[in-house]
């Protein structure tokens, strides 16, 4: 049963307009929450992460949103570049420990 | 350089061989992370380790061997290959404080004929 999960595998937006992807848990003791971003051929790049007290944290053009009462998290990308286009991981971890559990990955094509 | 690799890059095999993954890290992080990636899956943790000498099951660890007696290396063995082990595999490290974030190293793609 995945205890994370990303219902979307794939999304395609049009450059300088809004990327939305979300992300959805089940496991209550899930605290703390982190994108990762994966070109082809490479290794996953951790993106941009929140805690559990926050519910927004922004970096650039990336935000980050969690609503606990719905354990679901989304990420935001504004405006969307054809360099964003790659698979987006969402991961998830309890308060103890270091081990993430991570979502399917949704692909983004931003299309110029 | 500094950094996380991963070697082979590529391997083909048969059913049945010893395959063995390295994965060097240059950070000193206490943990090291082996996932594989699978179309539908996600990442999915194989084994991971919090120290020299010190490792634990993932969620998918059947098949596999690991093994850490350095800090720095983190190999892992799939002791006789099967077509369902076909798949990439990730090394991963994090350091023992702070907060979750991981390094990933660029991937084996392997193929188990």
């Known amino acids: 049963d995945q205890q994370v999960k990303q219902n979307s595998p794939s999304l395609s937006v049009q450059e300088g307009r809004i990327s939305i992807l979300n992300c959805d848990y089940t496991n209550s003791m899930f605290d703390y929450f982190l994108w990762y971003k994966k070109y082809p051929a490479e290794g996953p790049t951790f993106l941009i992460s929140?805690?559990?007290?926050?519910d927004k944290n922004e970096d650039g053009r990336f935000t980050v949103f969690l609503n606990k009462s719905a354990k679901h998290l989304s990420l935001h990308i504004v405006p969307s570049q054809p360099g964003d286009s790659a698979v987006y991981f969402c991961?998830?971890?309890?308060?103890?420990?270091?081990?993430?559990?991570f979502g399917g990955g949704t692909r983004l094509m931003v299309k110029p | 350089d500094a950094g996380i690799t991963q070697s082979p890059r590529y391997k083909i095999t048969e059913t049945g061989r010893q395959v063995t993954l390295m994965c060097h890290q240059t950070w000193s992080h206490s943990y090291m992370f082996w996932y594989r990636q699978d179309l539908g899956h996600g990442l999915r943790l194989i084994y991971y380790s919090a120290a020299a000498d010190i490792t634990d099951k993932g969620e998918v660890p059947d098949g596999y061997v690991v093994s850490r007696s350095k800090t720095e290396n983190f190999p892992l063995t799939l002791e006789s290959a099967t077509r369902s082990q076909t798949s990439v595999y990730f090394c991963?490290?994090?350091?023992?404080?702070?907060?979750?974030?991981?390094?990933f190293g660029p991937g084996t793609r392997l193929t188990v004929l």
């Open positions: 929140i805690s559990s007290i926050k």
């Open positions: 991963a490290s994090g350091r023992r404080e702070g907060r979750n974030e991981q390094f």
């Open positions: 991961a998830a971890t309890p308060n103890a420990g270091n081990m993430l559990t």
